[in-house]
């Protein structure tokens, strides 16, 4: 989840900030998109990744994702490498 509160005077975000949330929700939207049946978590975190890193951002050190269950780190899948 991602905010941003413009600052006195702005209309919209910055264009640097914009760039990020983009960047982001593309990585999301095809990410979900590859999620089907048979296909590892790991491949859909490459894909995140390669979306992230190829428009000029850092590796995130990090899995994409996880489930949830009692508590949010409870085990079970995960969207990243293992």
């Given at each position: 989840r991602v905010c941003y509160i413009l600052r006195e005077g702005e209309t919209q975000a910055p264009a640097e900030v914009q760039r990020g949330f983009d960047v982001i929700r593309t990585a999301v939207e095809k990410?979900?998109?590859?999620?089907?049946p048979g296909v590892t978590g790991n491949s859909i975190d490459?894909?995140?990744?390669?979306?992230?890193?190829?428009?000029?951002?850092?590796?995130?050190?990090?899995?994409?994702?996880?489930?949830?269950?009692?508590?949010?780190?409870?085990?079970?899948?995960?969207?990243?490498p293992l």
């Amino acid at each position: 989840r991602v905010c941003y509160i413009l600052r006195e005077g702005e209309t919209q975000a910055p264009a640097e900030v914009q760039r990020g949330f983009d960047v982001i929700r593309t990585a999301v939207e095809k990410s979900r998109r590859a999620m089907k049946p048979g296909v590892t978590g790991n491949s859909i975190d490459i894909i995140s990744r390669g979306i992230v890193t190829d428009a000029g951002y850092p590796e995130f050190p990090y899995a994409l994702g996880h489930q949830l269950g009692r508590v949010a780190h409870d085990g079970g899948a995960l969207l990243g490498p293992l």
